[in-house]
C-alpha cells in the first residue's frame, strides 16, 4: 500500500479501497494513508465508512488522518479580476 501511495496512480485506488477490510491492522492504515495521497473527494465518503465500522484505535488515527489530508488538498478558489480560476493544491 505504501508503493501504491508513492506512485501516483491513481489506477491503483480500487485496490487500496479492498485493503481498507484487510484482516492487518498494519495494512488497513497503509492503505488510508496511501488513498490520502492519491485520492479525491470521492474517497472522503469510503474513509468515513471505514471509520464507522474500525475497531483498531491506530487504524482509526490513519483514517482521520487521510479525511483531514484530502479535505486540505480541496480545490481552492483563486479569484484574478473578473475571472475565477479553480485549480487543486497538492502537496507532497
Do not use: C, M
Not at 501504491?4 to 488510508?32: F, K
Not at 474500525?54 to 479525511?67: F, G, H, Q, T, Y
Request: proline share 2%; aromatic share 6%; hydrophobic share 45%.
Amino acid at each position: 500500500a505504501i508503493a501504491a501511495g508513492n506512485s501516483n496512480d491513481q489506477r491503483l485506488l480500487p485496490t487500496l479501497q479492498l485493503l481498507l477490510s484487510d484482516i492487518e491492522p498494519l495494512v488497513r492504515g497503509a492503505a488510508a494513508w496511501a488513498i490520502s495521497q492519491l485520492g479525491n473527494d470521492d474517497y472522503i465518503a469510503v474513509l468515513q465508512a471505514r471509520l464507522e465500522h474500525e475497531l483498531d484505535e491506530v487504524v482509526r488515527s490513519e483514517l482521520n488522518e487521510a479525511i483531514e489530508s484530502i479535505n486540505a488538498n480541496r480545490t481552492k478558489v483563486r479569484i484574478f479580476g473578473k475571472f475565477i480560476i479553480l485549480h487543486y493544491i497538492r502537496t507532497s
